[in-house]
């Protein structure tokens, strides 16, 4: 329930901007969690501050033609929402996807926000994108697209201003591109400006990791509260990018054996623990789907393929679910199963991809409950580590990066968990989360005025 006196802010959201249901859902979300605080600092309700916080401070939509492989010229739109500078230069990533709109760019912003501001790193927050799908593109036709899209996108980006990365359908690919294209147009080497590059231009060892494994050592250290860890543990991962694969391997190494995948075709179960060199070499290699894993694993046939629309990937019994694909893919139909199952914690990988029913359905059942801005934040506190690198034009090994990496993800699991604690909520790490965030972003809001 929203305090009564932050209903009127989440009103004014909901007028203000229709059609918007995921950015109407992430400040509910934050709003629900600061009754508390008001409680303790009513001050905070001063000078509209936490209206302002939930009102980007820019958005940008602009038009991006390019030219296909057959001389069509295509039309996509383009968006970048600079959402919160008070902590530093906006930070947060691309999204290439047809279901892009600025709706779900300003819900991406408004979380990255708060996720920054958990990483104790002097980043703000922001997000963008298109409506573009990379997918069965060639790369000619994704080098065109990519430069006509940072044609628009350079005049508003810097490394003191607001600093892009990746996201779905942006990898080292795409940001290869944007990068050239902006190098091009600015006659500048400002390696900062973009994170998730290739090592060999500036890119920081263990950035492509980063989400994954941060995701895991938070589990890791969320799990050890309560005695427990993923030595012997069930997981289930559900997508199969980045973000999964790499939960998948530092899974791996924690002990636990992962036994389900996905993409959007459908999910592959394997009971003997997923082959992560079969997988990589699927995604990363061959661009191909979770279906083809199957026919490639061998092995008397240990694996089965469920196809998309005949079945849930958290039908799959597990000890720890690990939601890494997109928002609101777990459902509160989903969470009673998994609940049913068995399920110990839930970590999430993606932004928001548990709803709002089954987050409530996993507290009431006492399932440990990671939520995204504070479980997956690894991926942007090494974009951070990334950016350090290229103002100091230095290059760290991975064992330094990642050990880092390691230190933020447990900080920010014991600020969660302290902030939970201090507010009368131990063990609730969305209160915790959102709280811990909120303050650090308004305290810094309060020292700059009202702009």
């Not at 303790?40 to 390019?66: G, M, S, T």
């Not at 998948?248 to 179960?269: H, L, N, P, R």
């Amino acid at each position: 329930m929203i305090d009564e006196k932050l209903q009127p802010v989440l009103d004014q959201v909901l007028q203000r901007n229709p059609g918007e249901p995921e950015f109407h859902q992430a400040v509910r979300e934050v709003l629900e969690s600061l009754g508390r605080v008001i409680a303790k600092r009513p001050d905070y309700l001063n000078h509209a501050l936490i209206e302002r916080i939930c009102e980007p401070e820019r958005q940008i939509i602009f038009r991006v033609p390019w030219v296909d492989d057959q001389g069509q010229v295509q039309i996509n739109r383009g968006f970048r929402v600079q959402f919160n500078s008070a902590l530093g230069p906006y930070k947060g990533g691309l999204r290439f996807h047809p279901s892009v709109n600025v709706g779900i760019i300003k819900f991406l912003g408004f979380e990255q926000t708060f996720k920054n501001a958990l990483t104790g790193m002097p980043i703000g927050g922001g997000k963008g994108g298109s409506d573009f799908n990379p997918r069965g593109r060639s790369d000619g036709e994704v080098m065109r697209f990519c430069q006509s899209f940072m044609t628009e996108l350079y005049r508003h980006i810097g490394e003191y201003t607001d600093v892009p990365a990746g996201d779905i359908g942006v990898g080292a690919r795409e940001i290869g591109y944007m990068f050239g294209q902006y190098k091009r147009l600015t006659n500048r080497y400002e390696a900062g400006v973009l994170t998730g590059k290739a090592l060999f231009y500036g890119g920081s060892r263990a950035r492509t990791e980063a989400t994954g494994y941060g995701n895991a050592y938070f589990l890791q250290a969320m799990l050890a509260t309560k005695g427990q860890s993923f030595d012997g543990r069930k997981v289930v991962v559900s997508g199969s990018g980045n973000v999964a694969v790499y939960s998948v391997e530092k899974v791996q190494s924690f002990g636990g054996k992962v036994i389900a995948v996905s993409d959007s075709s459908g999910y592959v179960v394997d009971e003997g623990g997923v082959d992560l060199e079969l997988l990589k070499e699927i995604k990363e290699v061959r661009r191909g789907r979770v279906s083809d894993y199957v026919q490639l694993v061998g092995a008397g046939g240990r694996a089965h393929f469920v196809e998309a629309g005949t079945g849930s990937i958290w039908d799959v019994p597990c000890d720890v679910a690990m939601p890494s694909a997109t928002q609101n893919e777990l459902t509160g139909k989903d969470a009673r199963t998994l609940v049913t199952n068995g399920v110990l914690a839930v970590g999430e990988g993606a932004n928001m991809p548990s709803t709002p029913e089954a987050i409530r359905i996993f507290q009431e059942a006492g399932v440990m409950f990671a939520p995204g801005k504070a479980a997956n934040a690894g991926g942007v506190a090494t974009s951070a580590l990334e950016m350090q690198q290229n103002a100091s034009r230095d290059s760290w090994s991975f064992e330094q990066t990642e050990g880092r990496l390691s230190k933020i993800m447990h900080t920010i699991h014991d600020t969660c968990a302290s902030t939970a604690e201090e507010y009368g909520a131990p063990g609730d790490y969305v209160l915790g989360a959102n709280i811990a965030g909120f303050v650090r972003v308004a305290e810094a809001m309060r020292a700059l005025g009202v702009i």
